[in-house]
Nanobody, 123 residues
Framework: QVQLVESGGGLVQAGGSLRLSCAAS????????MGWFRQTPGKERTFVAA??????YYADSVKGRFTISRDSAKNTVYLQMNRLKPEETAVYYC??????????????????WGQGTQVTVSS
């Protein structure tokens, strides 16, 4: 199994940027599909971005602003978030799922999850 620890969250002004990190241990991240999701109280956890087979995927709402990447040497996945909006305030979660043919945006397809990191975008 893989253990995931997110970091990099915090308070940022609208229009600003943050880079989230997801450090993995126990397994190599390149051998998993890696995704980022976000969730606010009372709302469903929603897909943000993922990388699988070196192919990247993004929710329509973040295309052009967010970038997911991997650093194999550090066994870490990143989410660069630019031009953040207040409505994107949420707990952001890193997740890992098996390589295979499945819907990348479905949270139920991911087996391992980090504890989450809070991102707050002020207006």
């Amino acid at each position: 199994q893989v253990q995931l620890v997110e970091s990099g969250g915090g308070l940022v002004q609208a229009g600003g940027s943050l880079r989230l990190s997801c450090a993995a241990s126990g397994r190599t991240v390149s051998n998993y599909a890696m995704g980022w999701f976000r969730q606010t109280p009372g709302k469903e956890r929603t897909f943000v971005a993922a990388i699988k087979w070196s192919i990247t995927y993004y929710a329509d709402s973040v295309k052009g602003r967010f970038t997911i990447s991997r650093d194999s040497a550090k066994n870490t996945v990143y989410l660069q978030m630019n031009r953040l909006k207040p409505e994107e305030t949420a707990v952001y979660y890193c997740a890992a799922g098996p390589l295979g043919d499945w819907t990348i945006s479905e949270s139920g397809n991911y087996q391992y999850w980090g504890q989450g990191t809070q991102v707050t975008v002020s207006s």
